[in-house]
């Protein structure tokens, strides 16, 4: 049984004989699809432009042009472009600016922190300018180079082609439940896309179930920008809001339990002649279902849905650029997702090393609830952390920045639920690094209330902040850090730094080692983990979306042969 939660909406349509069925929030069976989304609403009707007859109105569009020219010049705006849904016909620039998700980066504002929080400053009436001297040029904020890659989606003729036909197509229809964090959804939804289009089917807009851990009911539209995802994927896969009336009773094809890394010729042989007799295939729990090795087109389309197709809702978009704005007005800042959660290390089967008395509650845990174990249960603690299979610690991440040149004033925002211990799982962090925030700390009073209880809408406000940052560091693998890091080699690769765990733990458990030493060392290990470009076919089973290179990004340049 899944409990979906949805908000009911009807719209009339005189102008269609065609009905949408509205959609209330309950349980879907296999027997009937009356829960099942809004219906599509009804697009305006195009209306006589009169103003574009007066001429005053092209002196009004030189007039803008030009103060928008003259502002260029003296402030140096960076322009506010996302990603164009096929990036190889626009000359898109290699610029941290340039980033999807409606993500904007700011230049420095007058601001000042006060309290944890960033505030403008008056004096006699006016604005005061506190800004800090521009920060030295360090070698921790230089940014690897990224060989000329860009963001290329060129779809073959034979897709382009095939895409006619399918959007034609009103026999066949996909409806997905996807589960889990705001991070495995976004994952599921991706796949989604890409079934729907293995499958010929239109794809009715993602159901996202109700999050049992976190108790959020947030629906696709309180997360996404519905109209934006169904009009970047509109020449690849039809969206729609709900079931025709004609299919709404049909008895789906249900799946529950689709293999792991299937193959687009399992997918069409499993599944499309029961959907062309039914109509209708419903799929639940996507995650890691389908191949990461696919087809280039269909590589390219998984791409087109994560990094075009995928914008966060306006609300979610302006918080998070405000909070962008406010740390980065005060110079480059890094950005830590730190995996320090009860639950995480339950999970992982390691300990958080804050004391004997911390490592007992969660080893009495994990004993209580052996379930929680993800995998390798028959590993020791001290096992999993030499094999870099335990999240880092504040004493490790502060150990590792310090070694990889990170500046005492560096500002930092963390993201990431409470750790276990609370602050004082922190204080490592915080006593070497003092400019410490995350997004209560960077937020006005009132600004997160209307998404409390939204443990998903929360962290794509974390996302977005963490994906604008001069330097993104994970403290452990999982959904969010695999997204960002392939967010921000699309972006042009910015630095993002991958400990190397595996490697560099045995010298964190040297206490004989030197500082100077230890330092050099670490250095050494992560000279080829800050992002710099690298091949997604190098490996089997990587992600397109976490390593975009060759599928998705090209290099023009004929000096850069190989990477």
Not at 7 to 21: G, L
Not at 423 to 449: M, Q, S, V, W
Request: aromatic content about 8%.
């Amino acid at each position: 049984m899944c409990m979906i939660m949805l908000k009911s909406k009807n719209k009339d349509d005189k102008n269609k004989k065609q009905c949408f069925i509205s959609v209330p929030s309950q349980i879907i069976t296999p027997s009937s699809l009356q829960s099942l989304l809004l219906s599509p609403k009804k697009a305006p009707k195009a209306s006589t432009f009169k103003i574009f007859k007066n001429p005053r109105f092209y002196f009004f569009l030189i007039f803008l042009f030009g103060f928008l020219g003259m502002l260029k010049m003296w402030y140096n705006i960076d322009p506010f472009v996302p990603f164009t849904p096929n990036p190889c016909s626009s000359n898109l620039q290699q610029d941290s600016s340039v980033l999807s998700n409606g993500l904007l980066t700011f230049q420095p504002q007058s601001s000042v922190m006060t309290n944890g929080v960033l505030k403008n400053g008056l004096k006699n009436g006016g604005l005061e300018v506190k800004m800090e001297k521009s920060e030295e040029k360090i070698e921790f904020w230089k940014q690897p180079d990224g060989l000329g890659y860009r963001p290329c989606l060129d779809f073959s003729r034979e897709y382009v082609k095939d895409s006619v036909g399918i959007m034609k197509d009103r026999s066949k229809y996909l409806v997905v439940v996807v589960s889990g964090g705001m991070n495995q959804q976004r994952n599921q939804i991706v796949d989604a896309v890409v079934i729907a289009r293995i499958l010929g089917a239109a794809l009715v807009v993602p159901i996202l179930q109700v999050n049992v851990i976190w108790g959020d009911e947030s629906e696709f539209s309180d997360i996404f920008d519905v109209e934006h995802f169904k009009s970047v994927l509109a020449n690849d896969v039809r969206i729609i809001s709900s079931l025709p009336s004609t299919h709404v009773m049909s008895r789906p094809v249900e799946e529950k339990h689709t293999p792991l890394h299937v193959s687009p010729q399992w997918i069409r042989a499993r599944y499309l002649r029961r959907m062309r007799r039914e109509g209708v295939l419903l799929l639940r729990g996507l995650d890691s279902r389908l191949s990461k090795d696919l087809p280039s087109d269909l590589q390219k389309l998984r791409c087109k849905v994560a990094f075009h197709a995928l914008k966060f809702a306006p609300p979610i978009l302006d918080l998070g650029n405000k909070l962008t704005e406010r740390i980065q007005s005060k110079g480059p800042y890094l950005a830590l997702h730190l995996r320090m959660e009860k639950d995480v290390w339950v999970r992982t089967g390691c300990l958080p090393g804050l004391s004997q008395e911390y490592d007992e509650v969660i080893s009495n845990e994990r004993k209580l609830r052996p379930e929680l174990l993800t995998s390798r249960s028959n590993m020791t603690y001290h096992d999993r952390k030499l094999a870099g299979l335990c999240p880092l610690n504040a004493l490790d991440v502060t150990r590792l920045l310090k070694a990889l040149g990170a500046p005492k004033n560096v500002r930092i925002f963390w993201a990431g639920g409470t750790p276990f211990g609370g602050k004082e799982a922190l204080l490592p962090l915080t006593k070497e690094f003092p400019h410490f925030y995350n997004k209560n700390d960077l937020a006005l009073p009132g600004e997160l209330e209307p998404f409390a209880n939204k443990a998903s809408i929360l962290a794509a406000i974390d996302y977005m902040v963490s994906e604008n940052s001069d330097v993104f560091m994970p403290s452990h693998g999982g959904n969010m850090g695999h997204a960002i890091q392939g967010h921000r080699a699309y972006a042009g690769h910015k630095k993002t730094i991958i400990p190397n765990k595996r490697q560099m733990v045995p010298y964190f458990l040297n206490s004989s080692l030197p500082e100077a030493e230890f330092n050099r060392i670490i250095m050494d290990l992560h000279r080829d983990s800050l992002g710099q470009p690298e091949l997604r076919t190098s490996k089997a089973g990587r992600d397109v979306t976490k390593y975009p290179i060759p599928e998705c990004m090209r290099n023009d340049s004929s000096r850069y042969t190989s990477l």
